[in-house]
């Protein structure tokens, strides 16, 4: 079966750091421009970092630069969050499209989501 698989997520408190990591099951990733999304209750979806399928281009929503940083290697894309705040907890969604940066109207592949929670 063609999927992505997400996994990292929990629980942490203002401040701390997790790491998501973004796996690829029954295909590989090496022609995919990667990108995260996430969505909080009541709020659209929303946009966080995308890599370029060479690894040598990243974007970042505003919210996030500074503190979230976007990568791959040969078979999983991280996403490492460091300074987490209250509002960015949502389900985090990853996601594939054939050589450019996904969107969530464009792609091939998108994953079942894990839940970030940040929270004293």
């Known amino acids: 079966q063609l999927q992505l698989v997400e996994s990292g997520g929990g629980l942490v408190q203002p401040g701390g750091s997790l790491r998501l990591s973004c796996a690829a099951s029954g295909f590989r990733l090496n022609y995919y421009g990667i990108g995260w999304f996430r969505q909080a209750p009541g709020k659209a979806r929303e946009g966080v970092a995308c890599i370029s399928f060479s690894g040598g281009g990243t974007n970042y929503t505003d919210s996030v630069k500074g503190r979230f940083t976007i990568s791959r290697d040969n078979a999983k894309v991280y996403l490492q969050m460091n300074s987490l705040k209250p509002e960015d907890t949502a389900i985090y969604y990853c996601?594939?499209?054939?050589?450019?940066?996904?969107?969530?109207?464009?792609?091939?592949?998108w994953g079942q989501g894990t839940q970030v929670t940040v929270s004293s």
């Open positions: 996601a594939a499209n054939w050589g450019s940066c996904p969107t969530p109207h464009r792609y091939n592949y």
